[in-house]
């Protein structure tokens, strides 16, 4: 009987070693936010292997956190906040249009969060998934066939104008196109073309300006969203 049971587990030891990081995380991490800044540091650590993993076991990570947390309406709130965070942010090391994407679509399928809570993860997805690296560039009252760096600003910002002439020396010899956002007067920088993203509809999050994009000479993003400062 006792060689059965060590045979038994040295077979789940084998099982688990087989099992990609990520995927085995919440097998030995558990989903307590009574120390609030030790699950936020444990999270971080959850998001940089995903990141890092390959996409289909990031996901099922993502599944198998997200299933724990339908238990715990509070955790979910939390946690959600924290994918935000790493894979929707732009200053974040784990940024990730796919990972957020995937968390939205949890949310969205959980039904967990009030409609007024997930409708901002939501506008935050569509928002993610423009302008991605390949992808036709989305520019509003604009087509580009030609190389150009287009520069997103909330006219508001002081920064923000800063920026204009910060991208400019970057890329002198490409297309300007600034997009700008929020209210204000329009920017008096010359070399640049100006033009208002739909407030009503935006395509940007007026939150993450200044950030720029690279669009090469067939109208593709050739570099996706990146921050100025």
Known sequence: MRKITVVIFTALALLSCDRPEIVSF???HSIDYTDIDAAEDQFADFAELAVAAPEKDAFKAIDILYNRLRKDEVAYYIYSDWMEAAFYNLISPCHSPALFGKAVDRIVKDGVLTSGA?????????????????????????????????????????????ALSAVEALFPDARHVAVCCGYGPTPAVGGWEYVSDDSSNPVFDPRMTPIYFVVDSDGRVEVSYTTVF
């Open 26 to 28: 919440w097998d030995t």
């Open 118 to 162: 997930a409708e901002p993860f939501i506008r935050k997805r569509e928002w993610s998934g423009y302008n991605l690296p390949g992808a036709v560039a989305t520019v509003p009252g604009v087509v580009i066939r030609e190389r150009a760096v287009v520069l997103v600003l909330d006219q508001g910002c002081p920064s923000c104008r800063e």
